[in-house]
């Protein structure tokens, strides 16, 4: 997990003269361009100085191209320098500012535009107001440019909407105007609708605002018109000051020049609004945010927050002076519109200061760098010559990384004849060939297939000839010890090596290595793997330095029953906060065609750190809220289907409940998939009393195989009960009562499961003779008893098997077993009675929350 360390201090009193900074190196973004004949693209020169401020330089430097017939960057008299692709070629861009330059390559194609398009696709305007239209040309190469000053724009109508070279528009009169752009021979229009809708009111935000003395505060005017709408009107307002002399204006941004106080008032469309500004004189200042470790390439914005004479607070960022005492570690823009942007160029730490009227704040800042490595268990040959491997990050990513890995696999030993008809090929799974046998092909060339997502990719990718690298997980952050796995189907056998490589792409799209490359090896032979039709979901926790269950964040897993195709199916939130906006208990319908899971993306309050249910298709489309609980008051966890698909049954936690008088209770749920006919289960004399007499709660419940009963357990404070609860006609019998002497602290752990023959299989566990822990057998009418296998203590007899689950067909348990002394868990599948043991592996996780069986 990433999480920084970012000191802030306050100094009072000016600090000594110190020489002006000098320039020490300049960066021109971006680093290369490729642009068609004719194009223009905007560039950028930023300037390091030696005190570790950034600033942009574009128009004060000066500008040259090694060949200038093929491309150069021009600027026109008030205009930001451009380049301009003149003639096909290859150039070099050079910038210069204060004796220092900077290089950028331009190649310049041949491409010939095809069409154009402008967004958005209708503009609607009141009279006075303005709006941006922007042109984008696709072309033949398959790029396509953003245009800007190579568009011509012009208007149907400049009584009603007016455009400039730009495509800035200005609503005039109400009606309709056609606004055409024209690049070339291409042209592409939109229509612009000018309301008939008056201003009835302007209103300035901050009201009532503080500044300090020598800071700029930005302003808001919002009018409100004749159709009840607002509409933000701060660039078309007129702005003035009753006193110049204390708050003066560049339009709508405000400068403290005194102390003292002036109204500043905004007029729109013959309507005024105002608001109080007083300046005061700023007593201290400080550095935010308080954490801030950065990955080496990834800028992060820092803040400078002045308290004032008057106690209020302000962000004074726009207006310090920023500097960094370690250049080769980070450096802090000073540019306008990213001033306090840190970024880090190199490991280690920096002091970055703010400076505003003779304050200082300082802030720690540690850069670290990226790197991976390889965690690669054995190869497995999976059923059509399915094989996999993973990587594992030895640092976090931070939420703006861009991804790409690269899989490069060789194959050793090819066929012998490739021109073999299918069924004589030795392939496993589909007779696919990845090799043609053309004439002059070599057979053991590597095949590399690059791709993946532009974000973080996260989950199983499947490496093809075909589709590539997809990634096909909709996970976007990776945590540090992240697995990522990787899966591909072999179409023939033989001795394969892959080369794993993960890249960071840059902002002109370049690849940059992180890390080491890692070589692997796998023989793909004939033999598949049993047929096993289910898969295993569980939900663990992939944070190694979670002490406790709360301290956790769930997330879901899957491996087959023969302990093949382990992966991570969601995501892991990268840094961590809190265990929310995170993924547990995903269970799938009998169906195979929708996936419940409880989500934190809802919780702001509640309790047990749950969530609340959603529901999607088993493909991830049409993802919805399946409960309509408030995320304020409740919880929601062990979901869990009737096995003919039409009934969820869940437990609700809620702070306050609707049910009467009750407050931090616990009710099980039964609801249909699809949203409607939510049920609580009421049990009378146990739960559907009013207050003050206690209730107990139901959880753990768990359907008949009939789908027609509904097993759930009851927690008393003297005794837990097995309650068999009729979904035709509400009624319930007990099945079991441990309420009797000498039993009175035992317990059912988790969910009871039905066998085949209609017999309860649940784990039994006493708090008062704790070496008393086995699974037990009954049946259903309360008799035949019986211990089916013991389960595991350690030497505190604390549990180290628990979380069984039976198979669909009632033939085998899933569990965890923890190993005493590591803590690490292994999922494990066995006969009931504990015989054929096999194990699943080792998930990422200290805490495995749930097993899920599905065919």
């Not at 890249?503 to 890390?515: T, W, Y």
């Not at 934190?600 to 749950?610: A, S």
């Not at 493909?619 to 003919?644: H, N, Y």
Request: charged fraction near 20%; aromatic fraction near 8%; proline fraction near 5%.
């Amino acid at each position: 997990m990433l999480l920084g360390l970012v000191a802030a201090a306050v100094l009072v009193g000016c600090g000594s003269e110190k020489s002006t900074p000098t320039v020490k190196s300049l960066r021109i973004t971006p680093e290369s361009f490729s642009l068609a004949v004719g194009i223009g693209a905007d560039v950028t020169a930023t300037a390091t100085f030696s005190d570790g401020s950034t600033r942009d330089v574009t128009r004060e430097a000066s500008w040259s191209s090694t060949d200038a017939a093929v491309g150069a960057v021009s600027s026109e008299e008030g205009a930001a320098p451009q380049v301009r692709a003149l003639a096909k070629g290859q150039t070099t861009l050079r910038a210069t500012y204060s004796d220092v330059s900077a290089q950028a390559r331009l190649d310049v194609t041949d491409a010939t535009a095809v069409s154009l398009s402008i967004e958005p696709k209708e503009l609607s305007l009141a009279a006075g107001l303005s709006g941006q239209l922007a042109a984008t040309a696709s072309f033949s190469d398959g790029t396509s440019h953003g245009l800007t000053s190579d568009i011509i724009w012009s208007s149907s109508n400049e009584a009603i909407a007016e455009v400039n070279a730009s495509g800035l528009v200005r609503a005039g009169s109400p009606g309709e105007a056609t606004l055409k752009a024209r690049f070339g021979t291409l042209e592409a229009t939109v229509k612009a609708t000018v309301t008939a809708a008056v201003v009835t009111s302007v209103a300035v935000t901050p009201g009532d605002a503080s500044m300090a003395r020598g800071s700029t505060l930005m302003l808001t005017a919002m009018a409100t018109r004749s159709d009840g709408t607002t509409v933000d009107v701060s660039n078309e307002a007129t702005w003035s000051s009753s006193d110049v002399n204390i708050v003066s204006l560049n339009k709508r941004v405000a400068s403290g020049v005194a102390l003292g106080g002036a109204r500043i008032t905004a007029t729109f469309a013959g309507m005024s609004g105002g608001t109080e500004v007083t300046v005061s004189e700023a007593a201290a200042l400080a550095v935010t945010p308080a954490a801030s470790m950065l990955i080496e390439g990834h800028p992060s914005q820092l803040h400078a927050e002045a308290t004032l004479s008057n106690g209020r607070t302000q962000d004074v960022t726009a207006s310090a002076a920023w500097t960094s005492n370690t250049t080769e570690v980070a450096v802090v823009s000073m540019t306008a519109s990213t001033r306090g942007q840190v970024t880090p160029v190199g490991q280690g730490s920096a002091t970055i200061t703010a400076t505003f009227n003779g304050l200082r704040g300082t802030g720690q800042v540690s850069v670290s760098k990226l790197s991976i490595t390889s965690v690669v268990p054995t190869f497995q040959t999976m059923e059509d010559g399915v094989v996999s491997f993973t990587a594992r990050l030895t640092k976090a990513l931070p939420p703006s990384a861009r991804l790409r890995w690269r899989v490069s696999v060789i194959r050793h030993n090819p066929p012998a004849d490739l021109h073999l008809p299918p069924t004589d090929s030795p392939v496993v799974g589909q007779p696919v060939r990845y090799f043609s046998g053309a004439a002059g092909e070599v057979a053991d060339r590597p095949e590399t297939w690059t791709g993946g997502s532009e974000t973080d990719p996260s989950g199983a990718a499947y490496v093809g000839q075909e589709a590539g690298f997809e990634v096909v997980s909709t996970g976007l952050q990776g945590a540090e010890g992240h697995t990522y796995s990787f899966r591909t189907r072999f179409a023939i056998k033989g001795d394969y090596r892959f080369n794993v490589e993960l890249f960071e792409v840059g902002a002109a799209g370049g690849l940059a290595r992180i890390g080491d490359a890692t070589e692997l090896s796998a023989t793909v032979g004939t033999m598949r793997a049993t047929d096993a039709s289910e898969l295993l979901f569980f939900t663990a926790s992939p944070s190694a330095e979670a002490q406790t269950e709360e301290e956790a964040f769930p997330q879901a897993f899957a491996v087959r029953p023969d302990g093949s195709q382990f992966r991570q199916i969601t995501h892991a939130p990268t840094p961590f906060f809190s265990p929310r906006d995170v993924h547990s208990e995903v269970i799938r319908s009998p169906d195979r065609k929708s996936v419940v899971w409880v989500d934190g993306r809802d919780k702001f309050g509640g309790i047990y750190f749950q969530g609340l249910l959603y529901i999607a298709d088993a493909d991830g489309g049409r993802v919805r809220r399946l409960t309509q609980a408030s995320s304020l008051l409740c919880g929601e966890r062990m979901p869990e289907f009737s096995p003919d698909g039409q009934w969820i049954s869940f437990m609700r936690s809620c702070m306050r409940d609707p049910y009467p008088g009750r407050d931090g209770v616990e009710f099980t749920y039964i609801i249909r998939a699809d949203g409607t006919d939510e049920r609580r289960v009421l049990i009378s004399g146990i739960n559907d009393m009013p207050q003050p007499s206690p209730i107990s709660p139901l959880v753990f419940s768990s359907f008949s195989r009939d789908s027609k009963t509904l097993y759930t357990v009851q927690y008393a404070m003297a005794g837990v009960q097995l309650w068999a609860f009729s979904l035709e006609d509400g009624s319930a019998r007990s099945i079991i009562n441990f309420s009797v002497p000498g039993q009175e602290r035992a317990s059912i752990v988790r969910f009871p499961m039905e066998l085949p023959n209609g017999d309860l299989l649940y784990h039994y566990w006493s708090a008062d003779v704790k070496s008393d822990t086995w699974l037990e057998r009954i049946r259903p009418d309360g008799t035949g008893r019986e211990i089916v296998r013991p389960v595991m203590l350690g030497s505190s007899s604390e549990l180290l098997q628990s979380l069984f689950t039976l198979s669909p067909d009632g033939t085998k348990v899933a569990y965890t077993e923890r190993d005493p002394v590591t803590g690490i868990n292994t999922i494990m599948v066995s006969n009931p009675d504990g015989s054929e043991a096999v194990s699943m592996g080792n998930p990422p996780a200290y805490f495995v929350r749930r097993i899920f069986w599905a065919r």
